[in-house]
């Protein structure tokens, strides 16, 4: 059976060698001069490197440029882009139409995901944009199973899905917690602290923490719980979804590459051996709630839920 | 790219506005639609039965988009239908009868932010304008040139362009561009927000938003496993709920900068607030249009906005990146000084009675003002107040009740009355 590509997102150059060796298909690196939410900062420097110790050991390497561009950094994309096609990178993964424009025009061959996190919501629109030139779209994660299983029978796009970690809830243009500090007159605060990670809001009526965090494009709040569903991988492999994400983004390198290992097993466990699968994979999500941070608990995200409108 | 005279011309030695913008209201029900258009818009946005972005107004059916439809053909206005979701698969059936529905009733343009509904629009209901939603948070000019390439007439741009990325962008490239000018936004880029969705499982992307960033939190740091509070007992609580926009300081720079349609945000405001925003807004184009060079804006015009502001208003991304001034911390109540009292039917001008339907309580010896298109305000004292059938009461206490009193300076139809709280 086919295996699904699994993709993880490394914090540094040497990191990848780890998240290799346990076991990972792709790995997402880019620097927040375009690209959103990113695990680690990898300048140009660390960019060719990345590449080349993916070489080594025979994985992928995908370029994230899916920041929502103003016109600023329009004139560079080109230039960028040119860079990133130099250096080998297999993919580009853009939400933003500038930059499809600008690969069109600059690096014709490269391959695109399109990736906005928020907007992939139906079967129809991923085919859009494969029409325009991506090779993949990367669905919502406020989509259920049902919902995912339609769009992969109709999609002529790869699919890919999020299974593990934080997603994004919101992104403003807005420096709210330095405008937060400003406000209760900590000025001296503001560019000490408002690039810090590690902060969370506090939602008492939920009982939630959302982590919040802010840089060059604006601040960004992240789901109180991280997705984990690796005891409900059937459906998907069964369905030849194209790729399993792996979001470590606030997560310690560590950490990513353990649940990278584990979910290693039970992809190869789900597609080869079905039964080995059912009979240990209570005990590999063990194994993920055993190294969880306790601050961020584990949910299945919207995989079996419904919302409405 | 626009040339200077194809903005504005030298006529009979003085400089006039030849590219006025279209004046774009909102209207969450046919009456808001009508009273809009009579007040001076030029164009008027509304939301059907599905695939608008909110669920929760009162949306208009097939047959009443094509009795507005009439009613704004009549004043030379337009009708634009907002299908702005990001839909999910079970969105899509049906949607090609309800475009359909929308071109037959011969509204003149939508408003789309999906993909998917551009392409439906252009198949099957050829004669419909697409525009761009807010919702696809455009903010570069390379972007704006892939959507005319897709072949849409025009573009809402991002709330976090400035005028100078506007200029820029108009600059670079051939379509009609669409900004806020006054309402209630979001803070985050539209489209990109699903707080909404993780926190009480509505689809903010789909009309269901419950407005989750006006609720207050509390900032921590981690540190270790020790969660540090980074506000005092004293401090107000974390909070990202920004003022409402408003740029009627900016107009003047963005009808010289030659920007299609100036929009007003608010389907779900009442007519009194549709009224009040597009007459101001209308004066203020119409003065600077007829003069640009001796143009001032009138303190009297502020104050009718405040008349009927819901929140404190600030200028956004227009004039630069917002900071905390932009935004409301601790308690801030409802900022509305004003109650819409009543709405005239009719006026008699030999007996100077006016016909009116009561929209909030009044009484005899309460000072009322007037206003609307035809007249400048003016404010006088209710004095005996008569029922529709001419018997004396003590108060118009009933909604919509129908009621007659004496009015010394002429009112007209859909001119409205309104009280001081």
Redesign the interface.
């Known amino acids: 059976m086919k295996k699904p590509e699994l993709l993880v997102t490394p914090t540094d150059v040497s990191h990848i060698h780890a998240l290799a060796q346990a076991g990972a298909d792709a790995v997402i690196v880019g620097e927040q001069r375009y690209g959103l939410r990113l695990a680690g900062e990898f300048k140009r420097a660390e960019m060719a490197e990345a590449v080349e110790v993916a070489r080594q050991h025979g994985i992928r390497v995908y370029a994230a440029m899916n920041a929502i561009f103003h016109n600023e950094k329009i004139d560079e994309l080109g230039e960028y882009i040119r860079f990133l096609a130099d250096s080998g990178v297999d993919a580009i993964v853009f939400g933003d139409p500038a930059v499809l424009m600008t690969v069109r025009e600059v690096a014709p061959h490269m391959r695109l995901h399109w990736n906005t996190e928020t907007t992939a919501t139906n079967w129809y629109t991923c085919n859009y944009w494969g029409r325009k030139g991506a090779k993949r779209a990367v669905l919502a994660r406020e989509l259920n199973m049902d919902a995912i299983m339609e769009i992969k029978e109709h999609a002529e796009v790869e699919i890919e899905v999020q299974v593990h970690g934080m997603t994004c809830m919101f992104q403003s243009k807005r420096s709210l917690i330095g405008n937060y500090f400003e406000y209760q007159g900590k000025k001296m605060e503001v560019e000490k602290q408002k690039y810090e990670k590690g902060m969370f809001l506090h939602d008492k009526e939920r009982g939630n923490k959302y982590p919040i965090f802010e840089d060059e494009n604006g601040t960004h709040i992240m789901s109180p719980n991280d997705i984990c569903i690796i005891d409900e991988l059937e459906e998907m492999v069964d369905a030849g979804i194209d790729s399993f994400k792996i979001d470590g983004v606030l997560h310690e390198s560590d950490y990513i590459t353990k649940v990278t290992a584990i979910y290693r097993r039970a992809i190869d466990l789900c597609a080869g051996n079905r039964e080995q699968y059912e009979a240990e994979k209570m005990q590999l999500l063990e194994e993920i709630e055993a190294i969880q941070p306790k601050h961020r608990p584990l949910d299945t995200g919207f995989f079996f839920k419904e919302t409405i409108y | 790219m626009l040339k200077n005279d194809q903005i504005s011309q030298i006529v009979n030695g003085k400089r006039v506005i030849v590219k006025k913008p279209e004046l774009l209201a909102p209207a969450g029900n046919l009456e808001k639609l009508k009273v809009a258009v009579h007040y001076g818009a030029d164009a008027v946005f509304i939301g059907g039965q599905e695939y608008g972005l909110r669920?929760n107004a009162d949306n208009f059916t097939l047959e009443e988009m094509a009795e507005g439809v009439q009613f704004a053909n009549k004043y030379g206005a337009k009708i634009y239908v907002t299908t702005n979701i990001?839909?999910?698969?079970?969105?899509?059936p049906g949607l090609e009868e309800y475009l359909q529905g929308l071109e037959e009733a011969g509204v003149h343009g939508i408003i789309v932010?999906?993909?998917?509904i551009i392409?439906t629009a252009r198949r099957v209901a050829p004669k419909l304008e697409v525009h761009l939603s807010t919702q696809q948070?455009l903010?570069?000019?390379?972007?704006v040139?892939?959507?005319k390439e897709e072949g849409l007439e025009r573009v809402v741009l991002?709330r976090?362009?400035s005028a100078e990325?506007i200029r820029?962008?108009k600059e670079k490239v051939d379509i009609e561009i669409e900004t806020f000018i006054h309402g209630a936004m979001c803070?985050?880029?539209s489209?990109?927000?699903?707080?909404s969705?993780?926190?009480t499982?509505?689809?903010s992307?789909?009309?269901?938003c419950c407005q989750s960033?006006r609720?207050d939190?509390?900032?921590?740091?981690?540190?270790g496993?020790q969660e540090i509070a980074?506000?005092d007992e004293n401090?107000?609580p974390?909070?990202?709920s920004?003022k409402d926009l408003n740029l009627i300081q900016s107009i003047p720079k963005m009808i010289e900068l030659g920007i299609d349609s100036l929009k007003i945000e608010g389907r779900m405001k009442s007519i009194h607030y549709v009224a009040t925003v597009v007459s101001v807004y209308r004066k203020v184009i119409d003065a600077y249009c007829a003069d640009p060079d001796h143009f001032v804006i009138q303190k009297e015009w502020l104050d009718e906005l405040d008349k009927c502001a819901n929140r404190d208003t600030a200028p956004a991304?227009f004039e630069g990146?917002?900071?905390?001034k932009e935004?409301m911390?601790g308690v801030h109540g409802k900022k509305t000084t004003y109650d819409f009292a009543g709405f005239v039917l009719d006026y008699d001008r030999d007996t100077k009675m006016v016909t009116l339907q009561q929209r909030n309580f009044f009484k005899p010896g309460d000072v009322v003002e007037f206003f609307g298109p035809e007249i400048d305000n003016f404010t006088q004292v209710v004095g005996t107040i008569w029922d529709e059938d001419g018997n004396e009461i003590d108060a118009a206490r009933h909604p919509l009740q129908i009621v007659k009193f004496k009015v010394e300076k002429d009112v007209f139809p859909y001119n409205m009355m309104r009280k001081e709280r």
């Open positions: 669920s990001y839909a999910h698969n079970e969105n899509i932010a999906d993909p998917l392409e948070s903010a570069n000019w390379k972007a040139q892939f959507w991002a976090e362009t990325e820029e962008i803070i985050a880029y489209g990109r927000c699903v707080l969705n993780h926190m499982a509505r689809d992307n789909r009309g269901g960033c609720w939190y509390d900032l921590y740091k981690l540190d496993s980074l506000f401090d107000d974390f909070a990202m920004p991304f990146v917002p900071g905390y935004q911390f």
